[in-house]
């Protein structure tokens, strides 16, 4: 069980919005301080889409936007669009140096 | 552009060893603390070490203490995962992953596309 907990899948209909949770059970890690969100592809490397909880890099898209409200941050897709299909997690610093990252969320576009 | 290619996945049997290699280029190298971060074939990710720009601070897993050792050679622009008496549960895709700044404290922004480390007899 990780320390952050993230909904196994979500699913939505093109044009639609979503929204993944990614809720802290740790008290160590309930600021989700450098709260990060990364989406990955089947067989590809994780890309990071949302930083420190609401920062967007160059690049991405503004359909993704983030959030936070401790313990629980919260990843947007608006405009949902087949090729948003992937698997999206969160990642949190847990204190010493060390990370934690959620299960993992499979987004289908229905 | 940035790239991180790592290489030195391999079949391994358990109790063996493996090292890993990170080669980095399109960045200042040393100007980045840098991670491994790895994942079981179909799993989530779990983060593995850091290593800060001038390796004075250098974080590990529980999962890995004591087995794994991370290192780097800026002037070769390379980080490494000495893997020790390797297990089972060790099997998974090894990430290398650049911190945006030189802490080993903050943002993971960039990742390597992995190399497989399968332990099996």
């Known amino acids: 069980q990780s320390a952050l907990t993230q909904p196994a899948s979500v699913s939505g209909s093109p044009g639609q919005s979503i929204t993944i949770s990614c809720t802290a059970t740790s008290t160590q890690i309930k600021t989700l301080q450098f709260l990060s969100w990364y989406q990955q592809f089947p067989g590809k490397a994780p890309r990071l889409i949302i930083y420190?909880?609401?920062k967007r890099p160059l690049g991405v898209s503004d359909r993704f936007s983030g959030s936070k409200s401790t313990p629980t941050a919260s990843l947007t897709i608006s405009g949902l669009q087949a090729d948003d299909e992937a698997d999206y997690y969160c990642s949190s610093y847990a204190g010493g140096a060390s990370w934690v990252f959620g299960g993992g969320t499979k987004l289908t576009v229905l | 552009e940035v790239q991180l290619v790592e290489a030195g996945g391999d079949l391994v049997q358990p109790g063996r060893s493996l090292r890993l290699s990170c080669a980095a280029s399109g960045f200042i190298f040393d100007d980045h603390g840098m991670h491994w971060v790895r994942q079981v074939p179909g799993k989530g990710l779990e983060w593995v070490a850091g290593i800060n720009w001038r390796s004075d601070n250098i974080v590990y897993a529980d999962s890995v203490k004591d087995r794994f050792t991370i290192s780097r050679d800026n002037a070769k622009k390379s980080l490494y995962l000495q893997m020790n008496r390797l297990r089972t549960e060790d099997t998974a895709f090894y990430y290398c992953v650049r911190g945006d700044d030189g802490s080993t404290v903050t943002t993971l922004d960039f990742w390597g596309q992995g190399t497989l480390v399968t332990v099996s007899s």
């Open positions: 420190e909880a609401t």
